[in-house]
């Protein structure tokens, strides 16, 4: 479930206490004390058998004597009689529970658990949603509900605040309301055995009155579904994250360097990086991200210039910007000439612009005007120190007044101190230009900028297509590991590996396996080149700590002899290990190269991982690494690359060549598609893989493999990658061949065309409105879709020698995945001969698949030709509720469609 009677408890029109009380000090005392007297305009009713009244007003003995049917029932009894109290109100009629009681399952108490599961299997018969158990309660203050046993009301606010901490959620609501900030919505979701983040970030997307979610997060339980509703919000506002547990080892024993780096937090990192949301570390950051991102400010770019009259705090506050990753503005020379005219000769001559301690209002606005009007500087943090011989408001009313004219400036301000300051700090928070304490925490706040704006970014890229530049053959792959699996054996030799990877065009160093020195020093006199030698043992993982690699050997005399010692040797340290023989492989010769590593690793909550980072043999110790979750496209993986350090070393430096950053890319995304094909890679490294300017090279593989995954399985990947199996041939009604496929984001031109090449009249059919060409921010949105809860299918065809779309339909299922909305449009000059009848029948079909029971669609009433489309398929027509010129046409898919009347 996701939204399904989420109403019920955000929204109530009647609420029941069942353990309200009114001994002093308990929960249901406080709790109900609470809810009485939060505003809420409705009945508030309490149960408890032993009392008669609370604070006045009348106690029921029972769930049955209530008056009526409460909405939301709250539940403060005892654990053992919680799922009882659940099934007594789903046979009332309730639909929204919270169950603030404790003792179910924390710290791993089976009984508490088995507790849960029947709270579960009491509400399911009657659609019952629980928030909770062991929660602090539930507090929406425009509803007036306070549902919870927090010491205060928080105030009516816009932001909604999501908690497993009931402690966290008492702090912030103690510190917000202290500095005036409001909630559209406080939850405390406790032990989410039903409602999680996933479900309320759904709900909150929606809602009206909330305009940024905040979440403290220490765990997630259905990662598809967070990840699905995560993006979905941060789409439409600012979803700023506080995650718990960042400094917690990770724990789990792991096969490979990939699995040991793939720290949990390290993932959910990833996870929310990816998923266009803000990450944050501190309680103070919380609030203050909120703040910046809840202005709307907008940067272009990501170089700050400062604006100071103290040098000092200007140097603190480039330091402060540096140390979180930020790049400081080089104000360009014309903008230092400009500055020259209006500041005194002492100015700073550069970034920080100090414009010295005795700076009135006026030279504060000429040096603004100045920066404003730099093509280096992308945003300005203006700051104040308090001087004797400078008025502080002054300057900060010359700011609002500069301001005043270039709205859509970016503009951060901090002025330090007491007095003046505080009301300088209350003039730009009126005027809605951010303002903080101390320069620190102004550098942070933009960084909060930048790291918002590349997530957002990453949502709406376009990545170049790579399909054409590789050719996977799962197959092969396959077949090398399941007969690694028929000897018993769940870890790959690395020739094995090496064939996963060529099945993969991954290019690999060339590598023969033999059985013993002579056969060893054979084969290094065939390649004449200098070798390497390598143990081969299933049972020796890191092959270098024991030994069991020799670089660099130049004649078939010393491959000989370093086998036979190296067999020797390991056959004393490894008595038990099975020796197969040795690898030789050539010495690979890639001047310049970096040594990486790239892997694949399963996370137990996001599933498939991909790791990027610093190879060779201390790849642990330099924990110089990056994770990001699958699918992955170009735009990402080149983005992933540069959360590491050995992206710098990567590039150009005196006389060695950049990396050629697109082939480490495409090796990601060969990886990325491994992932998708071959469930039974549960761990695989690439270590080191060689990168220079004209390539890769894989030097060493290794691969832990498993039987495959059922097809289709949620824990392979948080989100769900292009389900190229719907790829087929679609013949229409003249015998014209389409190619039909889910689209992709590399579909954005293409899609962009096809609507260019559409009349103005059958734009405004589709789009409701006239395009002549469909912008920019559209198509991105129709070709990035989350294929969880949407699909588009595009019909690709040939036409002067290039592959254009001639026809799309879509649908998007909302959250609980029961209706869908469809559209469909083909090219003007296509229409009339099948193909719109033909892609309504593939999308029909598959949301009968997927379990969607209608599909629905809003049709302009002129659209005959539509509407006549629809009467075929068997949809139904109602006049749209609130407009007129509009019909409503839906399906229910859950009747076979033979049986279907025409619509009338």
Request: charged share 25%; aromatic share 4%.
């Amino acid at each position: 479930m996701s939204v399904r009677n989420l109403e019920y408890l955000f929204k109530p029109q009647s609420i029941a206490v069942i353990g309200a009380s009114k001994r002093p000090r308990s929960v249901g005392a406080v709790l109900s004390h609470n809810l009485f007297n939060a505003g809420f305009d409705g009945p508030v009713m309490a149960v408890n058998p032993r009392e008669q009244s609370i604070e006045s007003t009348l106690c029921y003995n029972s769930i049955a004597d209530l008056p009526i049917t409460p909405d939301l029932g709250i539940v403060v009894t005892p654990p053992e009689t919680v799922p009882s109290v659940i099934a007594e109100l789903g046979a009332r009629g309730t639909k929204g529970v919270v169950v603030v009681t404790a003792g179910f399952g924390e710290g791993g108490d089976t009984e508490g658990k088995a507790l849960v599961q029947q709270a579960l299997d009491a509400a399911k018969p009657h659609l019952i949603r629980i928030i909770g158990p062991n929660c602090l309660g539930i507090m929406v203050p425009h509803h007036g509900v306070n549902a919870s046993f927090v010491h205060i009301n928080p105030l009516p606010g816009n932001i909604a605040f999501l908690t497993q901490s009931g402690a966290i959620a008492t702090s912030v609501v103690d510190w917000a309301t202290a500095r005036g900030i409001g909630f559209s919505h406080m939850i405390s979701l406790g032990n989410m055995a039903d409602v999680d983040f996933g479900d309320m970030l759904d709900y909150l997307a929606a809602d009206p009155n909330t305009r940024a979610i905040l979440m403290y997060i220490e765990s997630i339980s259905e990662a598809r579904k967070f990840m699905s509703a995560g993006r979905a919000a941060a789409r439409t506002k600012p979803v700023i994250v506080l995650k718990a547990g960042r400094t917690e080892a990770a724990a789990k024993a792991a096969a490979s360097h990939t699995g040991a780096l793939a720290g949990a937090d390290a993932v959910y990192d990833a996870a929310i990086r990816r998923a266009g949301m803000l990450r944050v570390y501190t309680m103070v950051e919380l609030f203050d991200a909120v703040e910046t991102l809840a202005t709307g400010m907008k940067i272009k770019g990501e170089r700050l210039s400062i604006l100071t009259n103290g040098g000092g705090m200007g140097v603190l506050a480039t330091e402060s910007l540096v140390d979180a990753g930020g790049m400081p503005a080089v104000v360009a020379p014309e903008t230092v000439e400009t500055l020259n005219k209006v500041l005194p000769p002492t100015w700073s001559k550069a970034n920080p612009v100090d414009i010295i301690g005795d700076a009135p209002g006026q030279r504060y606005a000429d040096a603004l005007e100045g920066l404003l009007e730099d093509p280096n500087t992308d945003a300005i943090l203006v700051l104040n120190c308090p001087q004797a011989i400078a008025d502080s408001l002054e300057a900060a009313e010359a700011v609002v007044s500069t301001l005043e004219k270039r709205r859509s400036a970016s503009v951060l301000t901090s002025w330090l101190g007491e007095g003046a300051a505080v009301e300088a700090r209350r003039l730009f928070a009126r005027n809605k230009i951010p303002t903080y304490e101390t320069p620190g925490q102004a550098a942070r706040a933009f960084m909060h900028l930048v790291h918002y704006k590349r997530n957002q970014e990453l949502l709406v890229q376009t990545p170049p297509s790579v399909a054409e530049l590789f050719t996977a053959d799962p197959d092969r792959a396959r077949a090398v590991i399941q007969k690694a699996m028929a000897d018993g054996r769940d870890i790959l030799t690395e020739p094995e590996a090496k064939d996963v990877l060529g099945a993969y065009e991954i290019p690999v160093v060339r590598t023969v396996s033999v059985a013993n020195p002579e056969e060893a020093a054979k084969v290094a006199e065939e390649f004449g080149k200098p070798v390497a030698l390598k143990i081969l043992s299933p049972d020796i993982t890191h092959k270098t700590d024991k030994g069991g690699v020799r670089l660099n050997l130049r004649s078939p005399d010393e491959v000989h002899w370093a086998a036979a010692r190296m067999l020797s040797n390991l056959q004393s340290l490894e008595p038990d290990a099975r020796i197969e023989g040795f690898t030789v492989q050539e010495m690979a010769n890639m001047p310049g190269a970096r040594e990486l590593i790239l892997g694949i690793a399963e996370d137990p909550i996001f599933g498939a991982v991909l790791l990027f980072g610093q190879g060779g043999t201390k790849v642990e110790v330099v924990q110089d690494k990056v994770i990001a979750l699958p699918p992955l496209n170009m735009v990402l993986a080149r983005e992933m690359m540069t959360h590491t350090r050995i992206y710098r070393e990567m590039q150009a430096y005196r006389n060695v060549k950049a990396v050629d950053l697109d082939a480490v890319g495409l090796t990601m995304i060969k990886l990325s598609q491994m992932v998708t094909d071959l469930t039974e890679v549960e761990e695989l490294d690439i270590n080191p893989l060689f990168a220079n300017d004209e390539g890769v090279l894989a030097l060493d593989a290794r691969i832990k493999v498993r039987p495959p995954l059922e097809k289709g399985s949620p824990r392979r990947t948080a989100i769900r990658p292009v389900p190229h199996w719907l790829t087929k041939t679609l013949t229409i009604e003249d015998g014209a061949e389409f190619l039909l496929r889910p689209i992709v984001p590399e579909d954005l031109p293409l899609i962009q065309e096809m609507v260019g090449r559409c009349t103005i009249e059958d734009t405004r059919l589709r789009f409701f409105a006239p395009l002549k060409e469909l912008p920019l921010s559209a198509a991105q949105r129709l070709t990035q879709i989350d294929y969880d809860r949407e699909m588009a299918l595009v019909a690709i065809g040939e036409e002067e020698g290039e592959s254009k779309i001639f026809g799309v339909v879509r649908i998007a299922a909302d959250p609980n995945n029961e209706r869908a909305e469809y559209a469909v449009m083909v090219r003007s000059d296509m229409k009339g001969n099948g193909l719109g009848w033909q892609l309504m029948h593939e999308i029909l079909d598959y949301a009968r698949d997927r379990g969607i029971q209608e599909v629905y669609g809003e049709v302009l009433r002129e659209n005959r030709t539509m509407l006549k489309m629809c009467e075929e398929l068997g949809f139904k027509r109602e006049v749209h509720a609130d407009e007129p010129r509009m019909a409503v046409v839906t399906v229910d898919l859950t009747v076979p469609m033979s049986t279907q009347a025409p619509a009338a």
